[in-house]
């Protein structure tokens, strides 16, 4: 993923993201991930704004709850970013999440200092840096604990299953949305 992020699907991402219905924060999303200079409304690095791209391009789906959800509420599932001044352990106890998330710690979106998985209210500290390999690792954290994805995710990960990775390419069920979107990154890589 890692290596082919910024050049084989990165920049669909950004395309397919352009015309879908112009929001605030998707048009600040767009203009993260394409590193355009910007005021300070910019929401986290040019890495994250597009997965968070990718996301409202392959929206949460109802789930067994049929509960609509939108991506800008998804994200949370997904993501927490988490000011260094204040209490982790506050913030494990008074999250209810079952599926493991990216914790961002910094003193903002823009200034992350470190980046955990979060799986069962503990902590595991990414070994990366950047958004990107803490992605990376989330995925990851799924296979190593043997975890199913968040219901509401999981048109994101399944993506980023087959597509990315390449696994059980054959074998795992898509949603038309998703191999509609893998068909249209395929064409283009």
């Not at 069962?120 to 500290?125: A, G, H, S, T, V």
Request: hydrophobic fraction near 40%.
């Amino acid at each position: 993923m890692l290596e082919k992020w910024d050049t084989a699907f990165k920049p669909t991402v950004i395309k397919e993201a352009k015309h879908l219905t112009p929001s605030t924060e998707l048009c600040q999303l767009l203009t993260a991930a394409e590193n355009l200079p910007e005021d300070d409304h910019t929401d986290g690095d040019s890495d994250m704004a597009s997965l968070l791209l990718l996301l409202h391009l392959l929206p949460p789906t109802a789930g067994r709850k049929r509960i609509k959800i939108s991506p800008s509420d998804a994200v949370g599932k997904m993501l927490h970013c988490h000011k260094s001044c204040c209490s982790i352990s506050e913030h494990l106890l008074g999250r209810e999440a079952k599926q493991p998330y990216i914790l961002a710690v910094g003193r903002n979106k823009n200034r992350i200092d470190a980046f955990y998985i979060v799986v069962d209210k503990r902590l595991i500290p990414c070994q990366a840096t950047s958004s990107l390999g803490a992605f990376d690792e989330l995925f990851k954290s799924h296979y190593v604990f043997n975890l199913s994805y968040d219901e509401t995710l999981v048109p994101l990960f399944t993506f980023v299953q087959t597509t990315v990775y390449n696994i059980d390419i054959t074998t795992t069920d898509q949603s038309p949305r998703v191999r509609e979107f893998w068909a249209k990154v395929l064409h283009v890589v």
